[in-house]
């Protein structure tokens, strides 16, 4: 918990507000965690035949379809499907020829179609910066 600020809500925080948007984390709410931790951990654990946030899942029955609700867990991209939609979508951008021509021109090599799309996309946007030449010590 002390340490969420310096990654993903750090991600989530600059990403949006580069957008204008503001995100909202329900379950980092202080009262939400506070009425959480007190729940005695062995009701929290998934042991004794008891899936992954069962608490949870089980506070949302009713309200949510059982076959959303007890599902396994997935990663994010996974589970809403999003990797296999930017995955297409990204690789519809580029053909195999660029790839293979690509791929000598760059270190390390690029791996897919989807990577190059990406690549070119930091070429266009952030073009003169690499990590090789970022100042780490410049406070963000």
Not at 69 to 74: M, Q, Y
Not at 77 to 85: F, L, P
Not at 92 to 117: K, V
């Amino acid at each position: 918990m002390s340490t969420l600020h310096t990654l993903n809500l750090q991600r989530c925080d600059r990403t949006t507000m580069a957008f204008g948007l503001e995100a909202r984390v329900p379950f980092l709410d202080t009262d939400f965690i506070a009425t959480a931790m007190a729940i005695p951990i062995r009701l929290r654990r998934p042991d004794h035949g008891r899936r992954e946030k069962h608490l949870l899942r089980r506070a949302f029955t009713g309200w949510l379809p059982e076959e959303l609700l007890w599902r396994s867990k997935e990663q994010f991209g996974d589970g809403s499907d999003m990797s296999g939609v930017l995955r297409d979508a990204m690789s519809s951008e580029t053909t195999d020829a660029e790839l293979q021509e690509a791929r000598a021109a760059s270190e390390p090599a690029l791996r897919n179609r989807e990577e190059l799309a990406y690549h070119r996309i930091w070429q266009h946007e952030l073009a003169g910066i690499s990590p090789r030449t970022l100042d780490l010590s410049m406070t963000l």
